[in-house]
């Protein structure tokens, strides 16, 4: 079950499409990477691209070890889009049994020494973990959010963002509809499950 699962989030992680787009992974480049929090810094690596893979340098530090010096290749390998182009994939590179992952992936996350895939890991994603009646309220809000409304059932309903289409506005609208109708089930049955003897008229009251 995800619940007892260490949590993506709380990992320092790296993302192949923000490298891409900022042209760490252009071969030859050699680079620099940071994490902040609070707006300052806590950790950062050393990058070096290569054709078809990215060098990782960084330090690490086991618990109740001495700073280790890690040099990680992790091999890179392209998908085409369908209206052109290439987009870039990690394959994680952790060798568990003997065997290779390889697994195809857009993010890795830092384990005791290496870069590699969450499922490698056995992270889940903290959504996973959450009710399910805040799992549909949190998508509601991200369609609001994302059509430049605010966040919540009590707020004003957003308005058409300039240059999108009526139909994708309305689909995007109904979407944020059954978000919330199926928050309300979900939050409905949990009080059910908290309190059976509650009727559906003192939970809706």
């Known amino acids: 079950r995800p619940g007892w699962r260490p ?48 060098i990782l340098i960084y330090r690490v530090r086991p618990v109740g070890g001495e700073w280790e010096d890690v040099e990680e290749p992790i091999s890179i390998a392209e ?19 003997g065997q290779w992952c390889g697994r195809r992936v857009g993010k890795l996350y830092l384990g005791q020494r290496y870069f590699v895939c969450r499922h490698c890991l056995r992270l889940a994603y903290a959504s996973q973990s959450e ?49 919330d109708a199926a928050g309300d089930i979900a939050f409905t049955r949990w009080v059910h499950r908290r309190f059976p003897g509650l009727s559906l008229h003192e939970i809706l009251k």
């Open 7 to 54: 949590k993506a989030e709380h990992f320092r992680r790296i993302d192949v499409n923000t490298m891409h787009r900022a042209g760490v992974l252009n071969a030859g480049r050699s680079s620099g990477w940071q994490w902040t929090e609070d707006g300052q810094k806590v950790a950062s690596i050393s990058m070096r691209a290569e054709t078809g893979r990215l």
């Open 79 to 97: 998908t085409d889009c369908p209206y052109g182009g290439a987009r870039p994939w990690f394959l994680c590179p952790a060798v568990r049994n």
């Open 131 to 179: 009710e399910p009646m805040h799992r549909h309220n949190r998508r509601a809000n991200k369609i609001r959010m994302a059509l430049g409304g605010e966040p919540g059932t009590a707020s004003l309903p957003p308005r058409k963002p300039k240059g999108m289409h009526w139909r994708t506005f309305w689909r995007k609208m109904d979407a944020i509809d059954a978000a």
